[in-house]
């Protein structure tokens, strides 16, 4: 079983456009997180949300929306898209207070042309 | 911002060799973890060691870390062609947002058979 699963893997795109990214994890976590990682492969915190709360959201255009329907899901939803949105996109979840480590899912790898 | 920097950017060795990557960083943490990423996949958590700790062990991983010079070593010995990866720092510092991992930008990693 698939611990953190993010759908799709590939998304090519025209700019303008509407696009959205889902995220699910089955290990009981309390806390979900959206990161981008760029073509340099640096990863930066875009969202995090714990219990239907965002707690974090790091100068990322309000474009970019985060969805939660409930703590197993964290979905990204990204309006009018732009060339320099093109990147990987990676969900993870964690326990909030146990400054333990994230589990990953295998990223969504999104091209805007 | 990036809280972690790499260093070496990128890293060649033959197999058997060991590889030590280090990871400097800026604030106080609670803890500093290192993840694996291979191409096109997600990061996987490797080891995590507290801030209370100095040097952890986890069969072939060998982690230090130097809380008075915000640094830190991941060693690998008797590496092997499956090694091949990028190797990422992470700091976990607590706010009261809860904790949040921030990404170093990573040392690519190959190991030539």
């Known amino acids: 079983d698939t611990a953190v699963s993010q759908t799709p893997k590939y998304l090519v795109t025209q700019m303008g456009n509407d696009k959205s990214i889902k995220c699910e994890q089955n290990l009981g976590h309390d806390t979900m997180y959206w990161y981008k990682q760029d073509s340099k492969k640096f990863l930066k915190i875009m969202f995090s949300y714990n219990n239907k709360e965002l707690i974090i959201n790091e100068t990322v255009p309000n474009r970019f929306s985060p969805k939660s329907p409930d703590k197993a899901h964290l979905n990204l939803h990204i309006n009018s898209l732009e060339l320099g949105d093109s990147a990987v996109y990676f969900c993870?979840?964690?326990?909030?207070?146990?400054?333990?480590?994230?589990?990953f899912g295998s990223g969504t790898r999104l091209t805007v042309v | 911002s990036q809280q972690g920097e790499e260093d070496p950017q990128a890293l060649s060795i033959q197999e058997g060799e060991n590889a030590t990557m280090n990871c400097s960083y800026k604030t106080s943490i609670n803890n500093l973890q290192w993840y694996r990423q291979n191409s096109g996949r997600g990061l996987v958590h490797l080891i995590l060691i507290r801030s209370n700790e100095r040097e952890k062990h986890s069969g072939r991983l060998r982690v230090t870390l130097d809380t008075s010079k915000k640094s830190s070593s991941l060693l690998i010995t008797a590496s092997r062609a499956a090694d091949t990866a990028s190797y990422f720092c992470a700091t976990d510092a607590y706010n009261n947002a809860g904790n949040m991992l921030t990404f170093g930008g990573g040392t690519r990693l190959m190991v030539k058979p």
């Open positions: 993870a979840s964690s326990y909030r207070d146990s400054g333990g480590s994230y589990t």
